[in-house]
DNA sequence: GTATGATACCTAGACAACCTAAGTGAGAGA
DNA sequence: TCTCTCACTTAGGTTGTCTAGGTATCATAC
């Protein structure tokens, strides 16, 4: 039960996502591969997380598609950042750099400070 | 709909209360404020997100209870590390650590790269 | 021409974590 | 005695992710 070495992908993936698609359009299989690529298979992407969060993402307007051909001659639906979605990147990268520095302040204060 | 600033505090939780414990023994309520007052109030911490926390904790032998009264002359359940408690902190804390390293690599890389 | 593997997408159902919202009881101070 | 804070408890709902199945197409090898 959670002996697995992460379970904090709750809430970045979006993030990931949004991120990812900020170089430009994307196919959602591409995304997954990238973002493991890019994290030496730290964040791992499942399939079943990866296209119900995009759709959420495309419900609420962060994100459109279009089908298209892959390099290798592939059908794929191809994702882009709306306006909405650059914006909401923003905000979100603004939320976790906040989240990332609490967690860091928790981590490593000193014993010693507990009792102030 | 999640437009709150954080969302992302799934699965830190656990790790926040034993970090907390590492510097002593202490009660629920006190594990909450002193977790909101380290972070000024960037992590909330919920009672309906704590004790069933620290129940699942307690139920993994990660951390022991023992009733006792507070500074201010209540009562109140105290928890504290057990050698598996202190252990599985060290292990979080890693993995934590690289969690949030990748999560930085993706979203501090530059767009250039991603053709690589 | 037909296996096979990689690419690419889809989705139902289960599960785990968190939050909301309600409650209990006891001490402190007015 | 009333109210506020402290401190704990728990039922029920929501949400996000994962498991595990599936489809279809293209490239390559045989």
């Known amino acids: 039960m959670a002996d697995q070495p992460l379970d904090f992908l709750k809430g970045t993936l979006d993030l990931m996502i949004l991120k990812t698609l900020s170089w430009g359009p994307a196919h959602g299989y591409g995304i997954a591969r ?3 690529q890019c994290t030496e298979d730290v964040l791992q992407v499942e399939e079943g997380s990866l296209y119900p969060a995009l759709y ?3 419900e609420n307007g ?3 598609a279009d089908w298209g051909i892959t390099e ?4 794929a639906k191809f994702y882009r950042l ?3 979605g650059k914006k909401q990147l923003r905000t ?8 990332a520095r609490a967690v860091t302040r ?3 204060i000193a014993p010693a400070a507990a009792s102030a």
Chains 1, 2 share one sequence.
């Open 72 to 75: 290798n001659n592939r059908r």
């Open 62 to 64: 962060l994100i459109v």
């Open 106 to 108: 928790v981590l490593e």
């Open 56 to 58: 959420k993402l495309e």
């Open 82 to 84: 709306t306006a909405a």
């Open 92 to 99: 979100s990268h603004d939320s976790w750099s906040r989240f």
């Open 34 to 36: 990238w973002i493991e």
